[in-house]
């Protein structure tokens, strides 16, 4: 594979406007897609110590928690200041709009490569990871982020007996920026936990406590790049810019990689005797971890889903949505209740007669029968109305008051579209 790098002199002039727009197009027929380039007079973004890339798993969305974990782990409990980029091939990641994260979604697609196409078929992750690899060390030698470490999926996590949620700070401590101008890259070992589990199912911190000490705290199991001294980087080391660069060895207690592969694709319980050392040393983060990582299935999902439905799906667009939502279901409450605090089933069930809404109240019934309907209410039966009606009333009370009825079918309506995401996923 091969990476070019390309300088351009502009004129500050012809940014007069703000921004300046640079078309590039390969001759030859191996890319057909061009790439635009937007430069922008804004202020610079602010330098980051330490990002992270990151090859995700297809169909990780078959694996509950896997992804939100390691999320949570690096970003909130280590606090990585800079962006964690991932990359996928069949868009199952749906991390779009979630804070901290850049996300490529479909890589082979973005490519826009004919070539790799007919060779691929797209579906070989291995092919493009390369390219991807590339992409992401060039991206963050733009942005000016200092280092950037390369893990291969979402079972891999950064971890320090020693410094414990302080081991992203431990890169800068253990080479300090006076000596990482010179570095090309930084190796780090890896420890492969599986075995049995423990525990009632919680992060993969805490359920694998064992590991295999024949295949572990050696060698070079994943990098951390300097952009700016290095021309190419993988998952296991990195090509340094020039041959005096120097690389960095860190010690395994201090820092290294935990393996986890089974969350995601049971692969060692046939050969637990196998991990017969004992490791608890990261199992305090477990805590941290699952109490976030609740929240974040709640974001990823819904900005999953207002990117497939062509919305913005970005937090504060989703949380304008819900609200929005929620106002207009209030309207219908109102409508349908006539003003009233409660809903009754009757009431409720002649929202579907539009005769009687047309003769009692005079007004147009229509958007509310509308809203109900985007929300998935059934308004062809009377078995219709009271299903729906049921639904609301958890009590058994035979009324709803607004908040039960606009929670209710707001839930209802995101359930709905969850389910239409995730039918479109799978097919």
Request: glycine share 10%.
């Amino acid at each position: 594979w091969t990476a070019t790098t390309l300088s351009c002199a502009i004129r500050w002039a012809d940014m007069a406007d703000g921004a300046l727009e640079l078309h590039l197009s390969e001759g030859s027929g191996a890319w057909a897609q061009p790439v635009a380039v937007r430069i922008s007079r804004g202020p610079a973004p602010a330098r980051r110590n330490l990002a992270i890339c990151a090859q995700l798993l297809p169909g990780i969305h078959q694996h509950p928690h896997v992804l939100e974990d390691w999320l949570v782990y690096h970003r909130d409990v280590l606090g990585v200041d800079g962006s964690i980029d991932m990359y996928d091939s069949d868009g199952s990641a749906a991390v779009l709009g979630l804070q901290g994260v850049a996300y490529f979604r479909r890589f082979q697609e973005l490519l826009g490569s004919p070539w790799l196409e007919a060779a691929t078929r797209l579906s070989n992750d291995y092919a493009t990871r390369p390219l991807q690899e590339v992409h992401c060390l060039y991206r963050h030698r733009a942005l000016g982020t200092r280092r950037v470490l390369f893990l291969r999926s979402p079972n891999e996590f950064l971890v320090s007996d020693r410094f414990g949620d302080r081991a992203a700070d431990a890169l800068l401590w253990g080479v300090p920026d006076v000596a990482w101008d010179d570095t090309g890259w930084l190796q780090l070992a890896a420890r492969n936990f599986g075995g049995l589990e423990e525990g009632d199912g919680g992060p993969a911190l805490s359920r694998f406590i064992h590991y295999d000490p024949g295949s572990t705290d050696r060698g070079s199991f994943a990098a951390v790049a300097n952009p700016a001294n290095a021309v190419s980087s993988s998952a296991r080391g990195a090509r340094a810019r020039r041959a005096d660069d120097r690389r960095w060895t860190t010690s395994p207690p201090v820092l290294r990689v935990n393996r986890y592969p089974d969350p995601s694709a049971p692969r060692s319980a046939r050969g637990a005797e196998q991990f017969s050392a004992e490791d608890r040393s990261a199992a305090w983060a477990a805590p941290r971890v699952r109490g976030g990582s609740g929240a974040l299935v709640g974001a990823r999902v819904a900005a999953a889903v207002a990117a497939w439905a062509g919305r913005d799906p970005s937090p504060a667009a989703v949380e304008a949505h819900a609200q929005s939502r929620r106002g207009a279901l209030r309207a219908v409450f109102g409508f349908l209740a006539s003003g009233g605090e409660k809903l009754s089933v009757e009431a409720f069930h002649a929202a579907f007669n539009l005769v009687v809404h047309d003769i009692q109240q005079g007004e147009d019934p229509q958007p509310s029968i509308r809203i109900l309907r985007a929300c998935g209410v059934r308004l062809e039966s009377a078995a219709g109305a009271q299903e729906a009606f049921a639904a609301l009333d958890r009590d058994g009370s035979g009324e709803v008051d607004e908040a039960e009825f606009a929670d209710g079918l707001g839930a209802q309506a995101a359930a709905a579209e969850r389910a239409a995401l995730l039918r479109a996923l799978t097919s």
